[in-house]
C-alpha cells in the first residue's frame, strides 16, 4: 500500500495561489468558463432551460489529493454558505462505541455513548452524547480528551458534545475547544461553540447521533 505524505496548509495555498481560468470564445457559443484548480476541471453555465450546472472532472487531479486509497478527492459543495452535498472517502465509523474517562474531581470513572469516525487520515471526529449518570462532558473535557487520545493516539481528535432532543428543545452539538488565551470557567482552557445540526447531518448522514 502507497504511503502518501500528510497535507498540508502550505499545500493548499499553493494549489490554490496556481489556478487557472479559461474563459468560454466568443467566437463559439457553445464553450463555457472553466476554472483548472490542482488539476480539476471545474466548469459552470447557465442552461437552456435557465438551471445553473456546475461540472467537476477530477481525471487529472494533483496526486497530493490523492491521499485515500481508493484515490478520490473528498468534496464539500455549499450552496449560500451551508454544506448541501460532502463526498468523504475517509469517512468511515469506528469502535468503540462508548467511552470512560475519570474525572479528577471525582475520581470516579464515567461513562457515555459515543460514536467517532475517521475523517481523514490523522483525523478523528468523535461526538459524545451527555446522556447518563456521573460528571458531565462539559465538565470534564480535558479528561474526556485524554480517553479519546488513548484510543486515536496517531490522530487529531474533534471533540463534539451531544445533547439529545427533549420535548422542548432539538438535539445540538459544541464542538469542545482547547487552547484558548484565558481560562474559562472552572474547565481551564476550554470554551465550546454551537454547531450547525444541518451542517454535520451532510457530513455524517443517518450516523449523526439525535
Do not use: K
Not at 467537476?56 to 494533483?62: I, L, P, T
Not at 480517553?147 to 428543545?169: F, G, K, V
Request: aromatic letters at 6%.
Amino acid at each position: 500500500m502507497t504511503t502518501h505524505p500528510p497535507f498540508s496548509a502550505e499545500t493548499a495555498r499553493s494549489l490554490n495561489h496556481n489556478a487557472t481560468y479559461l474563459p468560454p470564445d466568443p467566437a463559439d457559443p457553445d464553450t463555457i468558463p472553466v476554472t483548472n484548480l490542482a488539476g480539476i476541471r471545474i466548469g459552470a453555465h447557465v442552461t437552456d432551460e435557465g438551471t445553473l450546472l456546475l461540472g467537476v472532472h477530477y481525471d487529472e487531479a494533483d496526486t497530493r489529493l490523492l491521499t485515500h486509497p481508493d484515490r478520490c478527492v473528498p468534496t464539500e459543495v455549499r450552496l449560500n454558505g451551508q454544506p448541501v452535498y460532502t463526498s468523504n472517502p475517509h469517512l468511515r465509523q469506528l469502535e468503540p462505541t462508548t467511552i470512560t474517562y475519570t474525572p479528577t474531581t471525582t475520581g470516579r470513572p464515567t461513562s457515555r455513548p459515543l460514536r467517532a469516525f475517521r475523517t481523514g487520515p490523522r483525523h478523528v471526529t468523535a461526538i459524545v452524547t451527555e446522556q447518563g449518570p456521573g460528571t458531565s462532558v462539559t465538565n470534564a473535557p480535558q479528561e474526556l480528551r485524554n480517553a479519546l487520545q488513548a484510543l486515536w493516539p496517531d490522530s487529531t481528535i474533534r471533540q463534539i458534545e451531544h445533547y439529545p432532543a427533549t420535548r422542548l428543545e432539538p438535539a445540538h452539538y459544541d464542538e469542545a475547544l482547547t487552547g484558548l488565551p484565558s481560562p474559562s470557567g472552572p474547565s481551564g482552557n476550554w470554551g465550546w461553540r454551537r454547531l450547525n445540526p444541518a451542517a454535520l447531518a451532510t457530513e455524517f448522514g443517518t450516523h449523526l447521533p439525535r
